[in-house]
């Protein structure tokens, strides 16, 4: 039974070493191409990605807010901002402000020694003095010649006096009273001097055109000071009123309806956070520049004190509209030569290059003028696969 059995053992053992090598065979084909396999399915599934039609994300377009907002930047400036020049020459004789003083209308601000119209003006007075002197001697002298003429003229009547020499005591009674009226006109004239001269001088006295506050100063004591204005002459002061301010805007064309019938508007300043002050529109410029494409609003604010002339404003518009805008991300939306554009896709899901005029920039969205109609489906963030007639695969943006 022990011969059989071995018998057994050794015929069997060739049959076993032939299946463990194929065993060994399969386990190393399996090692060595399967991986293979997979490697060669995975580029497959690349190379028809690339060849088949590329897989774009996109979204429907919106309708946007019909009680929309819109904010713009402004500039703050003084209600009422004066520069003060000089209306006569001379030296600065005292000056009685300074920058940030508080000045009431009519308040001295400076005063100017002006020596040489001083000087004109006593000269004037004096040739007035002269003139009525003048004019006195000369009015005695026509009320004799007017008693002379009277007495000629009874003597010619009683046939004493010859007619010739009546009629020269006249003419020198007419000349007598011409010379009192020309020297009632050189006094006229004189004082006229007198007045011009007094106003001039009155120019010496500096005074504040309004309440305020002085924003610059460009003067002190000793200053040399020449008449002029803004054009050859710098200012001797500035004087601003801010107990109300102005604060200006450029709201574009496509706003200017819908903000001047609105009126109303908030101004909020970065430096003055949660503190919004509400407002409305006082006046415009009535008419669009045509460089800008903008009109020009004033705002007028009461100023607590905190609001500075020259400060940068953020102004909120209430910008109700007739209808709700299309709405369009903006990572929809390109620019290139032809103007800003999307894509768009169909039904058939061909991609479509659509132009499109925009409106107001929201951010993260932009209004559609033309070219879009809500529901539409456009492309977000495309890449350079998609192009004009090309046709995709969508997947929905979440």
Known sequence: MNANTQTERSSRGPYIAVVGLFLLLGIIAVVVFLPRLRHNEALKVEADAVTGPPVVVVTKVKTGDKDTKLELPGTVQAFEQAAIFARTNGYVKARYVDIGDHVRQGQL??????????????????????????????????????????????????????????????????????????????????????????????????????????????????????????????????????????????????????????????????????HPYPG???????????TSRTILVEIDLKNDGKILPGMYATIQFDAPRAEPPTVLPTNALFVRTAGPQTFVVGDDNVVRLRNLVLGRDMGNAVEIVSGLKPGENVVINPTDMVADGVHVNTKVLQ
């Open 280 to 290: 409305s529109i006082s006046r415009t410029s009535a008419s669009i520049d045509p």
């Open 109 to 274: 601000l400076a005063l100017i020694e002006d020596p040489t119209t001083e000087q004109s003006l006593r000269q004037a007075q004096a040739n007035v003095m002269q003139l009525k002197a003048q004019l006195a001697l000369a009015e005695a002298n026509a009320k004799l010649a007017d008693a002379n003429d009277a007495r000629w003229r009874d003597l010619y009547a009683q046939g004493v006096v010859s007619k010739l020499d009546a009629d020269t005591r006249g003419a020198t009674a007419s000349t007598n009273q011409a010379t009192v009226e020309a020297a009632k006109a050189s006094i006229a004239a004189a004082e006229a001097t007198v007045l011009s001269l007094q106003q001039q001088l009155s120019f010496s006295r500096v005074t504040a055109p309004f309440d305020g506050v002085i924003l610059t100063r460009n003067i002190d004591n000793g200053s040399l000071i020449t008449s002029g204005s803004s054009t050859n002459t710098t200012q001797m002061f500035t004087v601003g009123r801010s107990d109300t301010v102005r604060v200006f805007s450029s709201v574009p064309q496509a706003e200017a309806v819908s903000v001047m019938n609105s009126k109303t508007a908030k101004v909020t300043f970065r430096e003055l956070p949660n």
